[in-house]
């Protein structure tokens, strides 16, 4: 399985976010990630046809999501 091509654009101050990253799955999925100034969260937004799964995390959990995510990746590839 080949990588997922991110694009990814820092903000200026004083905008509304610090960072963002998104791109197309396979499948037709758009996955959006960034992080909020206002709120300090970590977005999370995955959009496919009409359907969109929006999630904030503190950047504690976005870490600790993110490791689990990992986690689970290495032992679908048996890289436990």
């Known amino acids: ?17 610090v960072r963002e990253s998104s791109a197309n799955l396979p499948g037709g999925a758009h996955l959006s990630i960034a992080a909020t100034r206002s709120t300090r969260f ?25 490791a689990e995510l990992l986690a689970c990746a290495d032992a679908l590839q048996g890289r436990a």
Do not use: C, K, N, Y
Request: proline letters at 2%.
């Open 1 to 17: 399985m080949s990588g997922i091509a991110f694009i990814t654009r820092q903000h200026e101050a004083g905008s509304l976010r």
């Open 42 to 66: 970590v977005d999370l937004h995955m959009g496919h046809d009409f359907m969109g799964l929006h999630l904030e995390f503190f950047p504690e959990q976005a870490r600790a999501v993110a």
